[in-house]
């Protein structure tokens, strides 16, 4: 499973490189994209969740207990017509957060090819909504399982050449949010669902 790793990243980035002569870097993330369902009385739907860090279990090449994460978090959510007319925002009824967040989470079962993290997450976010600002501080317990796969390789040719260390995955993640400062209407409290992917560092330079 390596090698094909290894070989289909090599050829894509060696490909691009002698497309485009120069470098390409991408570096070690992690993508989730998920939905938030919001707990109690509230006049918003479910969210859409998204957020996208460089994260220590998708930069190192050997199998780890430990991943650190920073990066872009996003949260869009539509707020009842009635609601947004009432607060005169009648031609956009999304309510949109953007921010940073920091991630920490323990692998508590790991296997060769798949493991499960535990993991919790801090947000700071801001968005404005009918005229309000809201500066967000936000607090998540996450469980998420993924198949993965570690290693480092490189290859190419006299014109270009590509490496990659790091962890490919593919999983899923469970979470339960709180959001402070936000009114209670706007769905501070939700439990959430979603899919995570784990890029690895690449690098292919042509000339």
């Not at 497309?19 to 006049?43: C, K, L, Y």
């Not at 317990?141 to 490189?154: D, F, I, M, V």
């Amino acid at each position: 499973m390596r090698g094909w790793l290894s070989f289909i990243v090599v050829a894509v980035t060696t490909s691009s490189a002698a497309a485009s002569p120069g470098a390409i870097f991408i570096p070690p993330a992690e993508v989730d994209i998920g939905a938030g369902a919001p707990v109690g009385d509230v006049v918003v739907g479910p969210s859409t969740e998204v957020r996208v860090g460089m994260h220590w279990a998708s930069l190192y090449w050997k199998p780890t207990p430990l991943d650190i994460g920073i990066g872009y978090v996003g949260s869009y959510r539509d707020v009842a017509p009635a609601y947004a007319a009432h607060t005169s925002e009648l031609d956009n009824n999304t309510f949109k957060l953007h921010g940073l967040y920091f991630n920490a989470a323990y692998a508590i079962e790991t296997h060769a090819h798949w493991r499960t993290w535990l993991g919790a997450r801090v947000e700071g976010m801001s968005g404005s909504f009918a005229g309000h600002s809201y500066s967000v501080f936000g607090a998540a317990l996450r469980l998420a399982a993924e198949l993965y796969s570690t290693g480092a390789g490189g290859g190419g040719d006299r014109n270009v050449v590509g490496f990659f260390a790091g962890a490919f995955a593919l999983g899923v993640y469970v979470e339960g949010t709180r959001r402070f400062n936000l009114p209670a209407e706007l769905g501070p409290n939700s439990v959430g669902a979603g899919v995570t992917m784990r890029i690895p560092f690449i690098a292919a330079f042509g000339g």
